[in-house]
């Protein structure tokens, strides 16, 4: 098999898994984000998994909806800005020009849904987009063979129950029901013009994953949240029939939140657990080749990856400022999945999250959330090789602003 159509099956491997590796808990290569809620966004998610100020916390925890006793409603999206820069790059030894607008700004919409059935039971629904970026580079981009475009999403369709033990003790379990889709182009310069090496305008599947939590109030003002989300081995298919197989993480998340008592504040945190290990390849069924390019058999192939473990380290603070207005602030440190697997156009690094957002009550029913975020990565020194040797720096920032409306009944 020819450099050029390897390269192609490589190419796929990185659309499908920045598609489907966003499923759980919005993660993916390039940037870890969180778009489940506005209010999250305003505190860097810390806490997020036992807090329980609206219907979002579903998505975090199905055991904190039994901390709620009205059904409850909560609407909202988020933009997600990615900004993106390579510098520094050099194709086959040669200089390639420093570009700084390649990323872009995408939407992700959700809705919960919470409804207490009785003082022990309650169930809900959640719609929520966990990813969506977009990284674009010129068509006359020197190395556009490894640039090119990126384009990806996910959606969540997920259904929950909970069940209060006794005034301390809630459980909880839901399924999630995840769809992928991701669009990638990629070119180079032939002896008879621009030669187009991959062109997929719809890679996408389907995965079934479920997760479970638990919440424990010590009292009124301190509780904490513990839940875990399994993520399945997820399959797509592209627009030429070829399925692609891979591992996704599972991921543990703990929570705390404590108001001090006499006061108008609040602290909390939460530590995250992702297994980004266990994607140690993607296997290549079905694919249309004479030999195998690793030396399998014909017809497959697979794409080893070195991913690493990682992990998220929030802390935020609430400040109930009156019965109008509620303030929120937060930090976060998330490590990146990659380790000596890199790309210029799925940048990854460790990230900080400086996050800042408000509540404006309009009545006792109903309330708006607005959070910003925003998400600074490293320096990371990218080396490539399926289309020939390229080194660069990549460098990758984003902006996320959420706004919500929620309101109970």
């Given amino acids: 098999m020819n450099n050029s159509r390897l390269f192609k099956k490589s190419l796929l491997a990185v659309t499908i898994a920045t598609t489907t590796l966003a499923s759980q808990q919005a993660l993916a290569a390039g940037f870890q984000?969180?778009?489940?809620?506005?209010?999250?966004?305003?505190?860097?998610?810390?806490?997020?998994?036992?807090?329980?100020?609206?219907?979002?916390?579903?998505?975090?925890?199905?055991?904190?909806?039994a901390l709620f006793d009205k059904m409850e409603l909560s609407v909202g999206f988020e933009s997600i800005t990615s900004l993106i820069d390579v510098k520094d790059a050099k194709y086959f030894g040669q200089p390639v020009a420093d570009t700084d607008d390649v990323g872009g700004t995408s939407i992700a919409p959700n809705i919960h849904l919470i409804v207490p059935v009785n003082d022990k039971f309650a169930w809900g629904v959640d719609l929520y987009s966990n990813f969506g970026t977009k990284t674009e580079f010129a068509d006359d981009y020197a190395a556009e063979v490894y640039g090119g475009?990126?384009?990806?999403?996910?959606?969540?369709?997920?259904?929950?129950?909970?069940?209060?033990?006794?005034?301390?003790?809630s459980f909880g379990a839901g399924l999630d029901i995840i769809y992928g889709q991701g669009t990638m182009k990629r070119s180079a310069p032939g002896s008879k013009g621009t030669v187009n090496l991959l062109n997929v305008d719809k890679a996408d599947g389907w995965a079934l994953g479920f997760n479970v939590g638990t919440v424990y109030e010590v009292d009124e003002n301190n509780r904490f949240g513990l839940a875990y989300h399994y993520s399945p081995e997820f399959e797509a298919?592209?627009?030429?029939?070829?399925?692609?197989?891979?591992?996704?993480?599972?991921?543990?998340?703990?929570?705390?939140?404590?108001?001090?008592?006499?006061?108008?504040?609040?602290?909390?945190?939460?530590?995250?657990?992702?297994?980004?290990?266990?994607?140690?390849?993607?296997?290549?069924?079905?694919?249309?080749?004479?030999?195998?390019?690793?030396?399998?058999?014909?017809?497959?192939?697979?794409?080893p990856y070195q991913w690493q473990d990682g992990w998220h380290y929030a802390i935020g603070g609430t400040y109930y400022l009156n019965r109008d207005w509620t303030l929120r602030a937060g930090y976060m440190y998330d490590t990146s999945a990659q380790d000596q697997v890199t790309s210029i156009s799925v940048p990854d690094s460790d990230r900080q999250w400086l996050s800042a957002g408000f509540t404006y009550n309009i009545n006792e029913a109903s309330n708006v959330d607005f959070g910003f975020t925003y998400l600074m990565g490293d320096d990371v020194e990218v080396s490539e090789t399926a289309a020939g040797p390229l080194t660069a720096t990549t460098h990758a920032d984003a902006i996320l602003m959420g706004l919500q409306y929620s309101r109970s009944f």
């Fill in 149 to 169: 475009l990126t384009d990806v999403k996910s959606f969540n369709i997920g259904l929950a129950g909970s069940y209060r033990v006794n005034e301390q003790l």
């Fill in 237 to 303: 298919e592209d627009d030429k029939g070829q399925k692609i197989t891979l591992p996704l993480p599972s991921i543990a998340e703990f929570s705390g939140f404590h108001k001090i008592e006499e006061t108008k504040f609040a602290v909390h945190y939460s530590i995250q657990y992702i297994g980004w290990s266990d994607f140690d390849q993607i296997e290549f069924r079905n694919l249309d080749l004479q030999t195998s390019p690793i030396g399998g058999m014909a017809g497959s192939y697979d794409k």
């Fill in 33 to 65: 984000l969180n778009a489940q809620s506005a209010t999250g966004i305003g505190r860097a998610f810390a806490g997020d998994a036992v807090i329980a100020d609206n219907a979002s916390v579903m998505a975090r925890n199905p055991a904190a909806m």
